[in-house]
Every structure is written in C-alpha cells, then in structure tokens.
C-alpha cells in the first residue's frame, strides 16, 4: 500500500537530492491520501427455495419407537376397564398420558390414538378373543403387562382379519357386475 511504500522509502539512507523536510511533506501526502477503495463481497441470506418448490421445513424428531411403546403399554395397564367411556374421554385422557410422557408430535399422537382408543372402546370383544385363544387358566398366571400386550396384538389381527374380509367383500361384489356390486 502507499503507506507502507511511504515507510520503506522512509528508512532507506537519506539522498542527497531530498532533504529531511520534503521527506516529511512526501510522507504525509501520502498519509493523508484516501486508501484504495476495497470491494467488500455482500453478505447473502437463506436462499430461496430452487425451482418453485417450498423451502425446506425443519422436520421434529419423533420420538423413538420404543419410547412410544412404553407409554402405551402404561396406560393400558392404569386403564380402569371396568368403566364404560365415550371415545372423546378415552382420546383426551390417552393424548394427555401422552404428553406427560413427552409425546407430543400430532402425526405421532394420531396414529397411537388410532390403535388405543379403538381397542379400548371393544375392549371386552378382544379379552373375549385373548381368551378363546389361550384360555382362562393360562391367564391366570400372567401378568398384567404381559395381557396388555396381548390385547394389543389380538386388536392388530382382529382388525387385519376384518379388512381382509371386507377386501374379499368388495372384490366379489366387483366380479359380479358394473364395478360397485350391482348387477
């Protein structure tokens, strides 16, 4: 830079051509001169999102699997079964279970509150299944735990059992004629 070419020459031996004070008036010329303009890059933001899609929404960690299945198999078990209750009560007492458990992403609550709450509106059905299957006297032995998982498996295959059978259902209905089961 000028100023640094300014100091250079300053310690070089004095010539005899310039005297002490044309050095000092050279030197503050130059000092006094604007530095150079220097071109500062400008600072971009986020980019927008690429070729008209939305940008990328930041995506919550749902909780692990396991976490998910603890905490339903707690509440089964601490469900008082022998009240009859209306289905809202059933959802709002299983999402707030839930929450205290620190279960709280809505997609994740849905599909939990899609397999609990079911079950426990025709929970005498499958403990009538769960019994026909292993009988009385082997449950009798069991732990309350070990029958909640039960109930929940026999709910899974009860509920696939039935929509096998309505997929059968609809597929005869459909052989017979126009596409919706009349002829």
Do not use: Y
Not at 38 to 54: I, M
Request: proline share 5%.
């Amino acid at each position: 830079s000028a100023a640094d070419a300014a100091i250079e020459k300053a310690e070089e031996p004095e010539s005899s051509d310039m005297d002490d004070e044309g050095l000092a008036a050279e030197l503050n010329a130059r000092l006094q001169a604007a530095p150079p303009e220097v071109e500062v890059p400008k600072v971009w933001g986020a980019p927008p999102p690429l070729r008209g899609r939305p940008a990328r929404v930041e995506e919550t960690v749902d909780v692990p699997f396991f976490d998910q299945w603890l905490a339903v198999l707690k509440f089964l078990n601490g469900w008082h079964e022998a009240k009859a209750c209306a289905e809202s009560e059933i959802r709002e007492a299983f999402r707030e279970h839930l929450a205290n458990e620190s279960i709280e992403q809505a997609d994740t609550v849905d599909r939990l509150s899609g397999t609990v709450v079911p079950l426990l509106l025709d929970l005498r059905n499958i403990d009538a299944a769960v019994v026909k299957s292993l009988g009385a006297d082997r449950l009798k032995g069991l732990k309350s735990i070990q029958i909640s998982i039960l109930r929940i498996v026999t709910f899974e295959l009860c509920r696939e059992r039935a929509a096998k059978a309505s997929l059968k259902k609809r597929g005869r209905g459909n052989a017979n004629g126009n596409g919706n089961g009349h002829v």
